[in-house]
């Protein structure tokens, strides 16, 4: 058996090139805006930069979840979260990041968004390059204890209109555990889900170094002995198997009964630019809730299927439609991210 199956340790975020003081700011920005969230951990954008200071940034289709995400809507919160930290980091480095959102309604291929930067420096700084990096997606069991209010106005004060936030003992933070499940083991039973989400699973930390993306065992939280069987001696269809979608389906009951909390964003209109924005809003509060010690988990199933998402939207009652779902709760210890990144050079194109 060659060496690189035999691995104690998974292959992780640390084990791979960030950047260095000689590269440029831009190539600097990107590298953090790379560190955003998204589906799978896919990473569907791509940019173009010109001059330093005008860059575009584009939808990767390719890397689209045709399954669950036909209509494209979490692919392009995928994106906004890229924009988002691409603000956050530009503050940091001195730039005022002027954003503008191309209307996409008649051209899918056309790119998402143009920024221009403008070295200034900004009036506030809104996180830390630290922040930046040590976001991460937790899927470990939370304290149980409601959010406090402080904390919880602090993730809503982002945009008082279209994020809720819903303890998990109200009659509403209740009915979403119960149909997050459901959703979740309807998913997990189908066939064409299992076969998307086995094409984004990176088992082996060969395929994890060949390919910088995708839900490693790690980011999975499959940890210890297990993690090391799974690595050295599982193969991605392996996902599809009665007994790991069995595993998957207590996971996430355990999950859905372990959080103090839940924040749900809506949309007055579905369209790109509200799923960018979508994107950008939970980009930030999951930056916010690493730094109040809150552990945030995107559980977006009961949204991705369409039974759920249309009696979940009328149950809970908000003005607009659904468009983003995690379970919040109290750390003691927050770990450091472990997803990997692709390198800036593989969506970038420097003009």
């Known amino acids: 058996m060659t060496a690189y199956l035999i691995s104690c340790t998974s292959y992780s975020r ?15 920005i990107l590298y953090y805006a790379s560190l955003a969230g998204s589906s799978h951990n896919s ?28 209509s494209s809507r979490e692919l392009y919160m995928s994106v906004g979260a890229f924009i988002e930290n691409f603000n956050l980091a530009a503050q940091c480095f001195g730039y005022e990041s002027d954003i503008k959102i ?85 998913q997990a039973k189908r066939e064409n889900a299992q076969d998307e989400l086995a094409t984004w699973i990176r088992f082996s930390n060969k395929d994890v170094r060949q390919k910088n993306d995708g839900l490693t065992t790690a980011g999975m939280g499959i940890n210890g002995i297990g993690g090391f069987v799974v690595r050295n001696f599982f193969k991605p269809t392996d996902s599809k198997k009665e007994s790991f979608v069995t595993q998957g389906i207590d996971k996430t009951r355990i999950q859905a009964d372990n959080c103090g909390g839940w924040i749900v964003i809506t949309q007055p209109a579905e369209n790109i630019e509200n799923w960018i924005n979508t994107g950008r809003l939970y980009q930030r509060m999951n930056i916010q809730c690493r730094n109040l010690k809150i552990g945030f988990h995107p559980m977006n199933q009961i949204i991705e299927e369409n039974n759920y998402e249309l ?21 003691n210890n927050y770990p450091a991210p472990v997803s990997v990144r692709r390198p800036v050079e593989s969506f970038t194109t420097f003009r």
């Open 311 to 331: 009696s979940a939207g009328k149950f809970l009652g908000f003005d607009g439609k659904l468009e983003f779902i995690a379970r919040i709760g109290y750390v």
């Open 14 to 28: 640390s084990d791979l090139k960030g950047i260095s003081s000689d590269q440029s700011d831009i190539y600097k």
């Open 102 to 186: 191309n209307d996409l309604s008649g051209d899918s291929c056309s790119h998402v968004a143009t920024i221009i930067l403008i070295r200034s420096k900004p009036e506030k700084v809104i996180a830390s390059l630290k922040d930046i990096e040590l976001r991460t997606t937790l899927r470990i069991p939370f304290d149980t204890t409601e959010i406090n209010k402080d904390d919880w106005r602090k993730l809503v004060s982002n945009d008082t209109v279209n994020i809720h936030y819903l303890p998990s003992n109200s009659e509403k933070g209740r009915y979403l555990k119960q149909k997050e499940l459901e959703a979740y083991t309807e």
């Open 43 to 70: 990473q569907p954008w791509k940019a173009e930069v010109y001059s330093e200071d005008s860059i575009l940034i584009f939808a990767d289709k390719s890397k689209q979840l045709r399954v669950v995400d036909p």
